[in-house]
RNA sequence: GGAUGCUUAGCUCAGCGGGAGAGCAUCGCCCUUACAAGGCGGGGGUCACAGGUUCGAAACCUGUAGCAUCCACCA
C-alpha cells in the first residue's frame, strides 16, 4: 500500500540500483527486436553537472525509455570527454593553488598524471549524478574520448586524412590565446563588441613635405608593419602611391602601396599592413611577397622588435608608444569606438593573432560531402527543421579547422620528425623515440568527439558487432549551441570515413536560464544545481518540468514554482494511484476489459483512454514531449482523477459485475497513465506499478499501452458529457447563488433518465439530498438539455435561474448566428471538408431546439 | 553587413489554418471518506502593428516596430 504522501526521497531509494543490476539499461538483450540506438552527447570531465546537462540527458533518458516500452533494443551509449583545453586549465589552476607548482615543474609525464587522478575524480561525480537523474545508459559500453579504442580511432582517422592531403601542416595566422598559450579554432574565439580607441597617426612621406593619417585600433602591432595601403581609386592619395613613409612607432621607411582590398570611406582611407599579426594583412603580405615580422611573443608580451618597449605586455605598449608618438607631435587624434574583439571560450583572454605552424584539417572537400548528403535521402534530418540551415551555412563557408593544440592533455599528434634527418612521418604506429621525436602538440577536443558516434561502437573494425548492429545511430539530442562545435564535425567524419550519415534525426534544445531569462553563468552565480532541485522536490518532479516546459530548439527559464507544481501533479496521480489500489484490494486479479459489459461512464472513460494514447504516441514518436505530456495531463486531471474516478464510487457501492467491471476500468486506466507517464517519471511510476496487483519484476518488464480502435464509444462520451454539464450547472448555480458547494438541494428530472443510475450520479456530484424523475413537464424553474429537463427544488431562486437563462440565451444566439453565418456562406459549403459541415449542421440543429426551449421558459416565467 | 527566433491572460510559456489554452498569481466558497502539496466555481486576452492569401488566419505570405541570439577579416 502506498503511504499518504509522495515522498520522493523513499521512493528513489534503490530503484536505480536495481534496474542497474538487473540489465534493464543493457543493449542486445533481445537481438530479435529492432535496434535503436542513442549516444550520450560526452560530458567534460571538468565538474559537476549543470541544468543544462540535466535538460539534454533527461531528454535522452526519456526517449531510451520510451522506445524500450514500445519494443525496440535500446542501445544509449554513455561516455566523457577529456576536454582537452578546460580540463588542462583546471588541473593546472589546482596545482597551483594547492602544490604552488606549474605543468612545466611537473614535466609532462607527471602533469598527465595527475590529469588522470582529476579524471577519476570527476568520473565519480558525475557517474553519481547520471544514477541520480535516472539515466538507462547501458554501463557495459561507457567509453573515454582519451580510451584506448578512442585513442586508436583518432590516429587512424589523423593518419588516414594526412595520406589523403585533407591534414596538412601549415603557416598561417591562427587565433593565439596568450593566457592557455595555445592555438584556437576559429569556433573558439567568441567575438564581442568591446569599447576600444581607434588612434590617428601621422605618417611622413620621404622625400616630400606631405604626410598622410592612419588610423589603427592597435598601435603596438606597428612594430611589424612591412607596408601602408590605400585604394588604387583614392583620389586623395593617387599621386603618393610608390613612395615610402615613415612608421611613426620606430622611424622605420616603408612602401605606401595601393590594393583594391581598402575601402576609400574607411578611416582614412590608409591602412597599415601588420602579415604576422592580421589574417587579412596576411594575405596582403602573401600577395606582395613581404617579411613576416612578429613582434609580440606568446605570452602577449613584446619581444626584440619593439625595441624599447620590449618586455611590455601588448597593453603598456600599445599606453606607452601612443605617449610618445603624442610627444613627438605626430598624433593626430584619438577617437572612442566600438569594434568587434574575439575573446578565447575558455580563458576569455583577447585573442592574438599570431603567424604561427600549425596542423589543418583541409575543409572544403569534407563540407562538400556534407552539403551533397544534404540534398539526398541519407540527409541528417534536424527537430526542428530549421536548424538544418545553421549547419549548411556553416559548412558552405567554413575555413580550415587548426587542429593542434599546445596543450599535454589529449590526443599526442602522430607526426614524427626523425632526429637525425629531419624526415617527418605519419602513422600509427609507435615509433622508436631514440631515433625519432614525436609532436609535441595535442589535438583538438572536438577531433575525437567527432567521432563518438562510430568509435564508440567499435570502428574502425567494420565488423565490431556494435557496429554492424547500432550504426547509425537512431537520434542525437543536443543543444543549437554545439551544432557547429560537434553535429557538423560528427557528420563530415562519419560522411567520409563510414559513408553513413552518424545519425538519421538530431533533436535539438535551447539552453537553460534563470528565473529572469538570463543565461546561467558563473560569473553571475545565478546557476542552479540540479542536485539542489532534486533534493527539493524529487528528481522525477525535475524531470517533468524540464521536459512538460521545453518547446524543441526554444530556451526555457528554471522557474521554481513550475517545478513544485510538477511535484504537487506526481502526487495527484500518486493518491489516485493510492485510492485505486484500496478499491481493488489484494486478491484482484486483473481482466481484459470487454466492450459489451462496460457501462456508458466506463466506456467513455475508455474511449478517452484511446483517443489519449493514439494522441500520446503520435506526439512521443514526433519527440514533442511537452506536447505529449500536457495531453497527458488533461487526461489524468480532467478526464480520470476529476470525473471518472469520483464517479466509480457510484458503482463500486454496489455489488455484483457492476463494480467488478468499474474495478477493471479502474485498474487499466490507472496502469496504462502509469504506463504513459514513466518514461517521464521512472522512479514514482516503478513505485506505483508495483503496487498495483499482477505486476511484473519491473514496469521495465511492461509494453506501452496499445492503441484500440474497437472501444471507442462515441455515444457514451457525449452521454457523460451531459451528465457533465448538468454537474456543472448546478455547481455554478449554488456558486453564484451563495450556497456552500455541498449544500443539500432536491432533484428533479423529466421526462426520463438519459441512462441507468443517472441520479445517483448527479447526487453523488451535486449533494442531492433527494433525487426523482417525473413524466411531466417541470415548470418554469428547470435547467434546459437536449431531450430533457432537470429542476433544483426548493433552494431555486427564480432571479438567478432567469440569469442563467438569459446567459443561456445569448450564447445559444450567438453560437447559432455564427454556425449560420457559416452555414450561409457558399465558399464554405462548397470547399469545407464534409465533416466539418456535418459537424456545424449537427450543432446548428441542437442550439435551435435548445434555444428555442429556453424561451418557452423565458417567457412562462 | 548577413541569418534565425520571439512579440498570445498580471508573470512564465504552449498552440502555428476550422470555436483563445496551461502552470503560477488573483477573487469567492468548501476539511466531500485518493489527494488541503487538495476540491468546486469565477474574473482576466481586438493572440505587437499594417496590408494580403483563404469559405475561414493567433496560425500562411509581405512589410513595419521592438526584443533576443548566431554568423562575418572592415583596419
Known sequence: MLDKHYDPRTVEAGKYEKWKENDYFKGGRDLSKKPFSMVIPPPNVTGKLHLGHAMDTTIEDIIARYKREVGYDVL???????????????????????????????????????????KHEYADTIHAQWAKIGLSVDYSRERFTLDEGL?????????????????????????WDPELRTALSNIEVIHRDDEGEFFYFQYDIVGTNESLTVATTRPETMFGDTAVFVNPNDKKYKHLVGKMVINPANGEEIPLMADEYV????????????????????????????????????????????GKYQGMSRYECRKALVEDIKAAGKLIKIEKITHSVGHSERSDTVVEPMLSKQWFVRMKPLAEKVLATQKGSDKVN????????????????????????????GHRIPAYTNIKTGELVVTEEAMDPTLWKQDEDVLDTWFSSALWPFATLGWPNEEAADFKRYFPTSVLVTGYDIIFFWVSRMVFQSLHFTDKSPFHEVVIHGLIRDAQGRKMSKSLGNGVDPIDVIEKY?????????????????????????????????????????????????????????????????AAIVDKLMRT?????????????SQASSILYNFVYDDFCSSYLEMSKVALAKEGEEKEVTKDVLYTVMKDIILMIYPYTPFVTEEMYLSLPAHKESIMDELYPEYDRTLLNKKAVEKLAILEGMIKDIRNYKSTGG???????????????????????????????????????????????????????????????????????????????????MLGNPGFVAKAPKEKIENETQKLEKNKALLESVLNKLASL
Open 613 to 625: 494514447i493514439k494522441a500520446v504516441r503520435a506526439e512521443m514518436d514526433k519527440y514533442h514531449f
Open 76 to 118: 544509449w551509449v554513455p561516455g566523457m570527454d577529456h576536454a582537452g583545453i578546460a580540463t588542462q586549465a583546471k588541473v593546472e589552476a589546482k596545482l597551483r593553488a594547492e602544490e604552488g607548482v606549474s605543468r612545466f615543474d611537473l614535466g609532462r609525464e607527471g602533469f598527465l598524471k595527475k590529469a588522470w587522478e582529476w
Open 739 to 821: 450556497m456552500a458547494p455541498n449544500a443539500k438541494v432536491k432533484l428533479v428530472i423529466s421526462p426520463a433518465e438519459p441512462f441507468k443510475g443517472y441520479g445517483d450520479y448527479l447526487k453523488r456530484f451535486t449533494f442531492a439530498s433527494s433525487y426523482e424523475v417525473k413524466k411531466e413537464n417541470l415548470g418554469g424553474s428547470s435547467f434546459l438539455y437536449p431531450g430533457f429537463e432537470m429542476m433544483v427544488e426548493e433552494d431555486v431562486d427564480p432571479a438567478l435561474l432567469k440569469e442563467k437563462l438569459l446567459k443561456d440565451k445569448e450564447t445559444l444566439s450567438f453560437e447559432i448566428a455564427r454556425s449560420e453565418k
Open 538 to 602: 524529487g528528481v522525477d518532479a525535475l524531470r517533468y518540468f524540464i521536459t512538460n516546459n521545453t518547446t524543441p530548439g526554444m530556451d526555457m527559464r528554471y522557474i521554481d514554482e513550475k517545478v513544485a507544481s510538477a511535484q504537487n501533479y506526481l502526487n495527484k496521480i500518486w493518491n489516485a494511484c493510492r485510492y485505486v489500489e484500496g478499491v481493488l484490494g489484494e486478491d484482484y486479479t486483473p481482466r481484459p476489459l470487454n466492450k459489451k459489459t462496460l457501462g456508458v461512464l466506463d
Open 382 to 409: 534536424f527537430i526542428p527543421k530549421r536548424f538544418e540551415k545553421v549547419l549548411i551555412q556553416w559548412m558552405s563557408g567554413v575555413e580550415d579547422w587548426c587542429i593542434s593544440r599546445q596543450l599535454w592533455w
Open 263 to 306: 575601402d576609400i570611406e574607411f578611416g582614412t582611407g590608409a591602412m597599415k599592413c601588420t602579415p604576422a599579426h592580421d589574417p587579412n594583412d596576411f594575405l596582403l603580405g602573401k600577395k606582395y611577397g613581404f617579411e613576416f615580422i612578429k613582434c609580440i611573443d606568446e605570452t602577449a608580451h613584446m619581444n626584440e622588435k619593439a
Open 151 to 175: 585513442s586508436a580511432a583518432v590516429r587512424h582517422v589523423f593518419v588516414t586524412l594526412y595520406n589523403e592531403g585533407l591534414i596538412y601542416q601549415g603557416e598561417k595566422i591562427i587565433n
